[in-house]
């Protein structure tokens, strides 16, 4: 069995070198992205991963694929021309911080508008990495870099807020290193119809080192963060005793077993609810105030772009009376010159 | 029917209608055409409407024209100036005198020739044709307005129905003047109003009343004849050069078994692209009204990576938008048709107007070594072939291909015979042929240099594509110099190869020229109709018009090189003539340019073609 699934992960490797600097996060990420492809046993004709420009997004050369690594900023359109051209094929966006929400960021959120099936994966490691350390637009507010030597003025994107603002059905959030998560993510994220986005928390080693480390490292990973699921109570913590609840109208963090809070008082996960409220809070949830959402936050159902343009086509072709060039050019206004 | 007094035979005629934007001009306009056309007469016509949706009533920002240009032989541009106006108030008439050919006939409407609309169009006193001294023109005074609401009078409908038919007054009036049948003008108006049989009947009861009022007031008027064209059999449609383009490529998805994709953004004027093609479902188009042109032409290249004949549509600023992806298109050697509507610039210039001045942003507006094909349509109608062959070379060549049209070709008709099968080729789409394990990404069709096309989906053929240089063969991602070198040359003489596969360059009119003629694009009609008109004065003139711009066609330096005095005409600075001598540095070349938003007028282009045979 172990050797089986390893063959069926070996299947979605190319034959090129990965060129990712050593401990870049970016090869967990791909590691959990061919992971995932072989749990899914999805044929490799029928992927398409489609990328702009940035480290992250060399990946599609190092998967045995259809593959497009296109230009800065453009994966979403590029990918939404895939999809809507055939739908047939499952389609992989690959993307960074700066390139689906700086240069691409209007292409990022009509596609998420549109909700076209595309599942995005966001490398946030909050720089831009192959331009060799600029700050990015989720790069913290007074972050230093090479293009912010004297911290940054500007308030930071955070992507799961910027897709709810756009009308997301689906947000989901995980960490390099944790490849079963990220692998659990993946999945719920192609089994989703619609815009997928998946941020992962990445480490760019060289211009951003342990720019997560706060909430990803496993001494304090289980007390600052908190994966969501479906249907189960928003528990988290090393002891499994703290939970979130709602007062008013914002999230608590509270212990169980103080103050009178039992189990039942603890919120339940509800990903696949429309209303995306609880979803926004959630999503928009920093540490130290809060534990960090990770797990699919949102998950819920809406008309999808590219099915209904199919559709639309088919209905209209059943009325119309025109089926071919021949009978468009000839209907309507026309004489006959003898 | 009554005798007329006197029938004046015409080899063509211009008319003009113009009139409020809300005065239905460019209905009036386009019935007109459209009779004329089926009567046998050949035409071209060009409506010219405000740059404002709604500009205040009454005012000259507010005149909306559409001008026919009919007769009996060839015809092959909208006319300069006008034999008859039909000036539905007085912003109308100021509007269009400059338009006027000596002792024209104007038809006005009297009843709005009242002291607000004549302040309203600069008029300073209450007679028009004493204030701008018109004696000279044959003008017709006719109670239009009040004449319409007398024939309507009867039949219960509200006030503002009764006045939105004073257009079909007048037209009545100048099917009269021309001596027309109604019966085809009715047919389609009771087609286009079915679903509301009484404002039809309406329409053809004032229709023919201005029909009887000519037949009325004929004494003194003069009534013109023109005899049918000598046209070729066939099936025909008006068509303009916008829809042209639309239809070319719906041919051409039918030729290649390819699906239709257009990705775009809308734009002035190459937005009614975008809007025929939203409504052809039908034909299971797939129409991606983008967020922008970058997206525009982001989808429709992932639409070709995809396997679709994917084309984005444009103005000169969203080509400019599309020049980054353009050059992915280049480097990833995909088939992809981009259309250039040309308006005037630069920035937002002049939206509504016409110009030729995209022609180097088309050649050269990216960045790197990036070779593609750039083609120019010449006549409304031919936006259909050109279109047609842009996707052709765009998908047996595997390459990007800017099909240049203009303002001018965009919104002008002509009569278009409806091609009949086998009229247009097939397109094969290069697909991969070998089995996978075979095959490089990379490999090359021997003799176009094109590059297969293994469409995702299909199982083996997986690979990897992008903006980052690829190896000569296997498609990998190469920084080696020398692949550099090979690729950027194997790109060029991909693109230099398909002059292979174009028609040599024509030259039209004398062999033996005293002076050629050379022009590109949407010019074509007004640089022939100079041409013959000079030749029938006896003098010698040859006219070289390219539609392929990148490649040249083969024999270009061989045409150009027979002729002593060359005169490059273009509605620019000089574009083409840069790129021509770019090309053929030998040659001498003189310069012809106009930049005023407007299409030459054959009589500038006579006078001047005539002072250079002179010198
Ligand atoms: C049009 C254009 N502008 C700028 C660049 C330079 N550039 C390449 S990648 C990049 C930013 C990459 O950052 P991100 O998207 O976060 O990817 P990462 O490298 O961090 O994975 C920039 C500015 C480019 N390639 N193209
Ligand atoms: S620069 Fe940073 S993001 Fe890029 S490969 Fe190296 S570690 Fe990864
Ligand atoms: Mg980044």
């Not at chain 2, 600023?317 to 992915?328: D, H, I, S, T, V």
Request: negative net charge; proline residues 5%.
């Amino acid at each position: 069995m172990a050797e089986n699934t390893k063959q069926a992960f070996l299947q979605y490797k190319s034959d090129q070198n990965v060129r990712w600097c050593p401990g870049c996060g970016d090869h967990a990420i791909l590691n959990a992205l061919q992971k995932t492809m072989a749990e899914l046993e999805v044929p490799n004709e029928d992927l398409a991963v489609i990328s702009g420009i940035g480290c992250s997004s060399r990946l599609p050369y190092y998967m045995n694929t259809y593959g497009f690594h296109t230009i800065h900023g453009r994966a979403s359109a590029m990918a939404s021309g895939v999809k809507v051209a055939n739908p047939k094929l499952q389609v992989w966006q690959i993307t960074g911080d700066g390139d689906a929400l700086a240069i691409g960021g209007n292409h990022f959120i009509h596609a998420i508008r549109r909700n076209i099936d595309l599942n995005v994966i966001l490398f946030n490691n909050q720089i831009y990495g192959l331009t060799k350390g600029q700050y990015s637009p989720t790069s913290k507010r007074g972050f230093i870099s090479k293009t912010s030597p004297f911290g940054t003025i500007e308030y930071p994107f955070r992507p799961g807020e910027l897709t709810i603002g756009a009308r997301g059905y689906f947000f989901a959030r995980t960490i390099d290193k944790e490849i079963k998560l990220s692998v659990h993510v993946m999945k719920a994220a192609a089994k989703h119809k619609g815009t997928s986005i998946v941020e992962v928390l990445q480490n760019c080693v060289i211009y951003n080192n342990n720019t997560h480390q706060e909430i990803t490292d496993k001494k304090y990973k289980d007390d600052r963060t908190i994966v969501l699921e479906h249907g189960k109570p928003m528990i988290f913590g090393k002891e499994r005793n703290k939970g979130l609840i709602l007062e008013g109208i914002t999230l608590k963090v509270v212990t169980i077993g103080e103050n009178g809070i039992t189990e039942k008082d603890i919120l339940v996960h509800d990903a696949h609810c429309e209303d995306p409220t609880i979803h926004l809070k959630l999503a928009d949830m920093e540490y130290p105030d809060f534990p960090v959402a990770l797990g699919v936050i949102r998950d819920a159902a809406a008309p999808v772009y590219d099915e209904c343009a199919q559709q639309q086509i088919e209905e209209i072709k059943e009325k119309s009376k025109i089926k071919s060039f021949h009978d468009l050019v000839t209907t309507g206004d026309v004489w006959e010159v003898k | 029917m009554a005798k007329k007094s006197k029938v004046i035979e015409r080899e063509e005629v211009v008319v003009r209608f113009s009139g409020d934007s809300g005065d239905g001009m460019q209905l009036t306009g386009s019935l007109f055409s459209f009779s004329s056309a089926i009567y046998g007469n050949d035409i071209s016509t060009f409506p010219d409407f405000p740059a404002e949706i709604r500009a205040p009533q009454g005012t000259i920002g507010g005149v909306s024209g559409f001008q026919v240009h009919f007769g009996h032989s060839e015809v092959y541009t909208p006319g300069d100036n006008a034999d008859v106006l039909v000036a539905m108030n007085p912003a109308a008439l100021k509007a269009n005198l400059e338009w006027l050919k000596p002792g024209a006939t104007i038809v006005i409407d009297v009843d709005s020739f009242d002291d607000k609309n004549l302040a309203k169009a600069g008029y300073k006193s209450n007679d028009p044709i004493e204030e701008d001294n018109l004696s000279s023109y044959n003008i017709i005074k006719a109670p239009i307005t009040t004449m319409t609401k007398n024939s309507l009078k009867d039949m219960g409908l509200d006030n503002k129905t009764i006045l939105r038919s004073k257009n079909m007054y007048a037209l009545g009036l100048v099917f009269w003047l021309f001596n027309r049948p109604l019966e085809n003008t009715e047919r389609i108006i009771r087609e286009k109003f079915s679903k509301n049989p009484e404002v039809a009947e309406a329409n053809i009861k004032v229709l023919e009343a201005g029909y009887n009022y000519g037949v009325i007031i004929q004494a003194g008027t003069p009534s013109y004849h023109i005899s049918p064209a000598d046209i070729r059999k066939g099936t025909y449609r008006n068509l303009n050069g916008n829809k042209a383009i639309a239809w070319g490529f719906l041919l051409a998805a039918e030729k290649s078994g390819l699906e239709l994709f257009l990705g775009s953004y809308p734009i002035t004027p190459a937005t009614e692209i975008l809007q025929e093609l939203s409504a052809r479902k039908d034909l299971g188009v797939k129409v991606f009204q983008a967020e922008d042109e970058i997206a525009g032409i982001s989808t429709a290249i992932g639409a070709s990576f995809a396997g679709d004949l994917a084309i984005t549509t444009t103005s000169g600023p969203g080509l400019a938008l599309k020049g980054e992806a353009l050059g992915l298109a280049v480097m990833a050697e995909l088939p992809l048709v981009v259309v250039n509507v040309q308006r005037g610039g630069p920035s937002t210039g002049l939206p509504t107007k016409t110009e030729q001045s995209d022609l180097m942003q088309a050649l050269y507006g990216r960045n790197g070594e990036s070779p593609l094909v750039v083609m120019a349509a010449s006549s409304p109608v031919n936006c259909f072939d050109y279109a047609f062959y842009a996707a052709k070379v765009a998908i047996e060549h595997m390459t990007p291909v800017i099909l240049l049209s203009d303002g001018f070709l965009a919104n002008g008709t002509q009569p278009w015979r409806i091609p009949e099968e086998g009229e247009f080729p097939e397109i094969k789409p290069p697909f991969v042929e070998k089995p996978a394990e075979e095959w490089n990404v990379y490999e090359r069709d021997p003799e176009k240099l094109n590059r297969y096309w293994a469409l995702p989906g299909t199982p083996g053929y997986q690979h990897r594509i992008g903006g980052l240089e690829k190896d000569f063969l296997t498609g990998a991602v190469s920084y080696d110099h020398h692949n550099h070198d090979k690729m950027v040359k194997i790109r060029k003489e991909k693109i230099d190869r398909i002059a292979d596969f174009i028609p040599p360059l024509e030259i039209l009119g004398d062999e033996d020229a005293d002076l050629l003629i050379v022009g590109w694009g949407g010019t074509f009609g007004h640089l022939y109709t100079a041409l013959e008109a000079l030749h029938d004065e006896g003098k010698k003139v040859a006219l070289a018009h390219f539609s392929y711009i990148s490649p040249l066609p083969r024999n270009s330096y061989e045409v150009l090189k027979k002729y002593s005095k060359i005169v490059v005409c273009e509605l620019n600075l000089g574009q083409f003539a840069s790129y021509l001598r770019s090309q053929f540095p030998d040659v001498v070349l003189h310069q012809y340019n106009k930049v005023e938003g407007l299409p030459f007028t054959v009589a500038e282009l006579k006078d001047h073609f005539n002072k250079m045979l002179e010198e």
